[in-house]
T-cell receptor
């Protein structure tokens, strides 16, 4: 069964460093998303991406964040200058159509020290 | 705008007894409702979905949920809990929007 994959599974970085989290969505899906879950809190929407552009973003997704689909398979989330409060589990998701179920990857645990 | 409210942060049941995890929703549009399960240190797995077809939705691992518009509810049930069901469960709503709005989660404990 097709699945969303994410790499790395765990990333440790120092405050102020740039990180790139990578995702490979399900191949025939057209909508891509990033969510985050701070430890002990609920899953929060960050951004959705369709047709090579951001279609919706939350207030969390400020100028420090960017997303890109650099080729036909990868979908990346970049945090330009990490802060301690960026420490969280980051989930990538994809869906075939708008409003359809989203399939989530296993997540990348980001630890900022 | 869409939202969901999970009424219980923790639910504890004995193995072999029924499970009920409660979720209420609000939605400006016709809701698209989902239940996801998250096992410790794992990602989110889709259990089942409601997208305006049958009001009783069957999912994986014996779970089902009933959409009740009059009560704005989408409660998750299972007739008999297994130890492997111990996890955190998230009700969510996309309601025609792109983003999925998650509830705060319900941790299910299964007592042997």
């Amino acid at each position: 069964e097709p699945e969303v994959t994410q790499t790395p599974s765990h990333q440790v970085t120092q405050m102020g460093q740039e990180v790139i989290l990578r995702c490979v969505p399900i191949s025939n899906h057209l909508y891509f998303y990033w969510y985050r879950q701070i430890l002990g809190q609920k899953v929060e929407f960050l951004v959705s991406f369709y047709n090579n552009e951001i279609s919706e973003k939350s207030e969390i997704f400020d100028d420090q964040f960017s997303v890109e689909r650099p080729d036909g398979s990868n979908f990346t989330l970049k945090i330009r200058s990490t802060k301690l409060e960026d420490s969280a589990m980051y989930f990538c998701a994809s869906s075939e159509r708008l409003g359809h179920e989203q399939y989530f990857g296993p997540g990348t645990r980001l630890t900022v020290t | 705008a869409q939202s969901v409210t999970q009424l219980d942060s923790h639910v504890s049941v004995s193995e072999g007894t029924p499970v009920l995890l409660r979720c209420n929703y609000s939605s400006s549009y016709s809701p698209s409702l989902f239940w996801y399960v998250q096992h410790p240190n794992k990602g989110l797995q889709l259990l089942l979905k409601y997208t305006s077809a049958a009001t009783l939705v069957k999912g994986i691992n014996g779970f089902e949920a009933e959409f009740k518009k009059s009560e704005t509810s989408f409660h998750l049930t299972k007739p008999s809990a297994h130890m492997s069901d111990a996890a955190e469960y998230f009700c969510s709503n996309s309601g025609g929007y792109q983003k999925v709005t998650f509830g705060t989660g319900t941790k299910l404990q299964v007592i042997p």
